[in-house]
């Protein structure tokens, strides 16, 4: 038996030349209001991941059976519902007492499809419960396509299969963000939590043949695609917390851009308090260091929010939209517009 092969680490520091701060926010509601009969609340809540579909950011919520998609200038958010939970509920909280069958919901991607657009979206995984994927087709190439019926399945094979990957899953395996690249799915976890069983946490990614996830996904049965590229990144630390990921996205020529918090959980599964977010850039160059900055508010002060999702604006790549996640169900989560200032790649 061949030894096993230690994986690639980079390293991401706080590059000083490089800032980001919101200069808008927009709280996110459902245009049409809450919905009884579907259980849809009236806000947008625990935003987690995002991408462009047409004119409008598609949404993914941790704790909530809905689809959002927002119009940027104003929140007003359509809705894609998604199949029932337990109880034949929509959203799932620890006032219902029911926050443990969440689908947690935490990473999305968008793929290339002949005939429009394929959102693919993961559970986080951090418990058995949370191994579904969900996938959205758009029919078309209009401002504001059409979805199609979504469908969500488990894919527990998958799943075990990530987590004996412990060079990718860690302690506590926690999947936070998604992307397409050259026919691979791309799949980051965080590393909150502490150590066990001999493992600590990690902040990794790894690499899976979209062609063969893609058959594994439209039958379950069909072979489990291998894991490949493991890679760990050290992230560094806001105030004697190490920063995990939330989100990335491809920045096709220079790399990857992601968005981290710096959240002392004890686990996978509990929120904690975030001591504040930030956004970074891994280059394609393996040479190169990853770099960060943290991301700050209005006043220019560093935000203590949880950034969640990440996106470029279309129009402009020294812009980006983030989603923040408030943690409190009551409340709906923020599109934020980030203006970019400094060194950053270009898109």
Known sequence: MSPRSTPRCVVSARDTALEARIVRRVPMHYADGADVHEDRPGHVRAASSITW???????????????????????????????????????????????????????????????????????????????????????????????????????????????????????????????????????????????KDGLVPVDASCDLDWTVLRAHIARPEAPVPRIQRVTQYVLGEVDGVSLGFTDAILLPRSGVMYSAAAEASKDATEDGEVGGSVLGVIPHDRRQPGRWAPILDERGVPFTGKVEGLVLDKQDPMRAFVVIDMDDHTRPSELCEVVLRGPWPAR
């Open 53 to 195: 579909v047409g004119s409008c950011v598609a949404l993914v919520q941790d704790d909530v059976n809905f689809v959002a998609l927002v119009d940027p200038r104003t929140g007003l958010a359509k809705a894609v519902t998604l199949p029932a939970g337990k109880d034949d509920v929509r959203q799932f909280d620890s006032e219902r007492g029911n926050k443990k069958y969440k689908l947690d919901l935490e990473a999305l991607t968008r793929v290339p499809a002949a005939s429009g657009t394929l959102l693919l979206a993961f559970g986080s995984g951090s418990k058995k419960r949370r191994e579904n994927v969900m996938t959205l087709a758009f029919a078309g190439r209009s401002a504001r396509p059409a979805p199609s019926e979504p469908s969500l399945i488990a894919l527990p094979a998958l799943y075990a299969a990530l987590r004996a990957e412990t060079d990718f899953s860690g302690s506590d395996m926690n999947i936070e963000g998604a992307l397409y690249v050259d026919g691979m799915i791309r799949l980051f976890g965080r590393g909150n939590g502490e150590a």
